[in-house]
């Protein structure tokens, strides 16, 4: 355990409803990720941040946005959510001490009816 | 380009048998790291094992070793003496250069499944 929390688990929205997701760590890492997982395609990268208000994209970047104004905290915002982003959301920490290796939040799953 | 291939879809293996899941990657790099996770039906992503490119033994982590061929391209994943809790999905992962975020890039998975 990385100190890492994902909120919130489970969400259920309908397609064009702005959506939320939020990562936050107590541990003070300056690199975090967010990739989401589908069947088939394992793990792809969405976006990522390597400090306050320093944020790139990733290979799935489009219908979706990032902020982190703060270290401890990376938002993933839908800004209208489609039925192809149903999908489970993991955020992750790089822990740059020790050979580099991410940690995962727990996920959320998150349904676009 | 960075790619990442797992070759094996499921496999099944007789518990307390060793068994090998293939991972092969590339990359122009000569910088890199190779991970592997476990993500059992829960859901979560457990980290491990990890090899730098430029570690010169292959990596082993109590039951689990990494066997790492450069020259081949592959990081297959040894799990010796399989118990029926190693019943999961594992991703084969490369970190890509840092001064391209160090992130991630997962192949598709194999879904391994313990047999009694």
């Known amino acids: 355990d990385a100190g890492i929390t994902q909120s919130p688990r489970h969400k259920v929205t309908e397609t064009g409803t702005p959506v939320t997701l939020r990562c936050h760590q107590t541990?003070?890492?300056?690199?975090m990720y967010w990739y989401r997982q589908d069947p088939g395609h394992g793990l792809r990268l969405i976006h990522y941040?390597?400090?306050?208000?320093?944020?790139d994209k990733g290979e799935v970047s489009d219908g979706y946005s990032v902020s982190r104004s703060k270290t401890e905290d990376f938002l993933l915002t839908l800004e209208s959510a489609t039925s192809s982003q149903t999908s489970v959301y993991f955020c992750a920490i790089r822990q740059e001490a020790t050979n580099e290796k991410l940690f995962f939040g727990s996920g959320t799953q998150l349904s676009v009816l | 380009a960075q790619k990442i291939t797992q070759t094996q879809p499921g496999m099944f293996v007789q518990e307390k048998e060793a068994v090998t899941l293939d991972c092969t990657y590339d990359?122009?790099?000569?910088?890199?790291?190779l991970f592997w996770y476990k993500q059992p039906s829960s859901g979560e992503m457990i980290f491990l094992i990890y090899q730098g490119s430029y570690d010169e033994q292959n990596a082993t982590e109590g039951r689990y070793s990494l066997n790492f061929q450069k020259a081949r391209k592959s990081a297959n994943l040894v799990i010796s003496a399989s118990q029926l809790g190693d019943s999961a999905m594992y991703f084969c992962?490369?970190?890509?250069?840092?001064?391209?975020?160090?992130?991630?890039?997962f192949g598709q998975g194999t879904e391994l499944s313990v047999k009694p």
């Open positions: 992962a490369m970190r890509g250069p840092f001064r391209q975020g160090g992130k991630l890039i």
């Open positions: 990359t122009s790099d000569q910088s890199y790291g």
């Open positions: 541990e003070n890492h300056r690199y």
């Open positions: 941040s390597y400090g306050v208000k320093d944020t």
